[in-house]
């Protein structure tokens, strides 16, 4: 079975469901109630100092982080066990070169290639989900990949320049959260229809779409509020 792995930056499961009746997930929301696929909201986050780094980890090895300090600085010159171990045919989509020490830590967890934009330059979503198809159809069979997505990294400025929605009284870090998981979700979109409209992958294909870690779990008061009232 060919596995494709999306660590989808920053998600968390409430923006899955409505949120104030607006879908900004459509195409993950259809996924999570397809009777062939396996949904768990219930996860908690188990990532420290490395953050991103971390939940990458967990996801492709099952190794819990240190308690102090980034595991991906601090032990980027050992072999962790892994999924890509498994394949012969396993790389990475990495959007932005430099991160996390990602060009030591991709062949620590087994995987065989790297791939990412040149020094100084970097890959939206669309790019990245370019960049896995990519990488799928030349394979053909026989892979496992893991793409990274950054959108919706913290500020999330793609949401606050893009607007599709427009809630009446949301706090605005909340409006550009969500308006970035949407244009996400239209690139996981497009992944997934290419996937299910293959003959040859369509019934051999395996796709896991994970978070890396939760993002508001601070106080912030005017979130708290305004979740409250909804």
């Not at 396993?90 to 070169?97: D, E, G, K, L, Y």
């Not at 330059?121 to 026989?142: A, F, P, R, T």
């Not at 997505?149 to 605005?172: L, R, W």
């Not at 395996?206 to 005017?222: A, K, L």
């Amino acid at each position: 079975t060919n596995l494709i792995f999306i660590l989808f930056e920053s998600l968390e499961s409430w923006p899955i469901d409505d949120v104030c009746g607006y879908k900004f997930m459509p195409n993950i929301e259809k996924l999570v109630h397809n009777k062939h696929v396996l949904y768990c909201d219930k996860l908690k986050s188990q990532t420290r100092h490395g953050n991103s780094a971390d939940g990458q980890m967990i996801g492709a090895t099952g190794v819990l982080p240190i308690s102090n300090g980034a595991t991906c600085r601090l032990y980027a010159e050992n072999s962790f066990p892994s999924f890509a171990d498994r394949y012969s045919q396993a790389a990475i989509v990495n959007p932005t070169p430099k991160t996390w020490g990602q060009d030591k830590m991709t062949f620590g967890y087994q995987f065989k290639t790297l791939i990412e934009p040149q020094i100084n330059h970097s890959w939206d979503d669309e790019g990245v989900i370019n960049e896995m198809l990519h990488y799928v159809n030349k394979i053909g069979d026989q892979f496992a990949i893991l793409g990274i997505t950054v959108t919706s990294h913290v500020p999330f400025a793609y949401g606050a320049e893009h607007v599709q929605f427009n809630i009446e009284g949301m706090p605005q870090i909340m409006s550009a959260y969500l308006n970035c998981l949407s244009y996400t979700d239209s690139c996981v979109g497009i992944l997934i229809n290419s996937i299910l409209n293959n003959d040859t992958l369509n019934n051999n294909t395996t796709i896991v779409i994970s978070g890396d870690h939760t993002i508001f779990r601070s106080q912030d008061t005017e979130i708290d509020n305004f979740a409250a009232k909804h």
